[in-house]
């Protein structure tokens, strides 16, 4: 037999020692749901408290106001987005007020948090409309627990991926859901979006009718397929199609040409040839670029505000306090210095976002970079609109107070 202190008395077959550790894991997953199920609960009350008492966060007992504050606050104290902590609290509610079985497996610990949103997703189409007869919503409460009553089951041995495969097919069976009517639903979902993939590269990712994509998909490759040898410059099919994607979307040699300013910062020793810190180029808010990307926008930039630092000389910082409005240069350098919006753990584009004066313009804040800061618009709002406080530090980032006392704190130096 073989002591070990975490796990006690262990057999010496390794299969038994497997199998002990096997099972460690098991509870630990359980002990892990369970406590991410009550997080979750924690956060819907701690919502619905400031539903009720919205004077905590707002002087004219704004609701709405004191949701988006309480939002703020949670996403701060837990470090996750505010989305995250919508989308906790609307799964937790959900599954608390339509899917009691499958949410009692999530408090005992058998079922994930995510494994509930993937129910809670799935049985969109099963909730009654709001104002709708009674005998509408009571077949809508049938239906979802009937719904209730199988998830509540195969939580326990289906993945996640199953998981959602058989939730849609009952959901499908239960609503007599057509193909037609899912793909009209789906059509009002699409959209495009972008996200960072790392050393100065972003994936952007459209949603489209299957037809529409594939159709795209085949003139890109038809069209890189038949790129003429001494263009290709030694490029593979993959790269000519993405060359190719980008170019017409921006619309290149088009009179329709993207003229979207793009704040890039490119240290004038590079454009000399000298050498430069690594990652010295950037665009602003985003990732670093190299050299050479960076040498080729500076040359051909013509949508950009082309910045060689120090970009600041001959830029007005002072104004008359009767001028509201900052000046473009002002909002150039402030959108430059900050790259997102100031408050702590925001990541919004600053070049998006609102110039906020510290000390109000009309109680006699002035319109001065030593006085502006840009804010996004949602924290803007919140700034003006709550009792949260948003402190601007000595080096400009901006510290949230909340009316509970809590005080949102920067990451160290990187």
Known sequence: MVIDEKLGVIPQSAGDVL???LDDVTCSEVDANRSAARQAQRVVEAVEFARRHPEIYTIDADVQMAERAVVLELSLRLRISQERVRELCSTAETAARDLPLLWQRARDGFASMHSVGVI????GPLASPVGAPRGVRDAAAAALARLDRAAHEWVLTCSSAVLRQRAKKLVDRITGDTAARRHTRAMADRHVSVS?????MSWLTALLPAH???AAMRRLSATAKHTRKDTREGRTRDQIRADLFSAWL????????????????????LLAGGPVPVESASIVGGDSIDPLTAKQLFLDARGFRRVITDPVKGVVVDMDRRTYRPTRAQRDWLTLHHGTCSRDGCTRLAVDADLDHDIPWATGGTTDLTQ?????????TIR??????YRTRPDRSVQVISPTGYAS??????
């Open 19 to 21: 199998g002990v550790l």
């Open 120 to 123: 809670v997703t799935a049985a």
């Open 196 to 200: 960072p993939a790392g050393d100065g």
């Open 212 to 214: 529409e994509a594939v």
């Open 250 to 269: 921006r619309g290149v040699g088009t009179a329709t040409a993207v003229q979207t300013k793009v704040f890039v910062t490119v240290p004038v020793q």
């Open 372 to 380: 502006l800061r840009p804010l996004c618009p949602r924290d803007h």
């Open 384 to 389: 003006h609109r709550t009792r949260v406080r």
């Open 409 to 414: 704190s920067a990451p160290p130096p990187f």
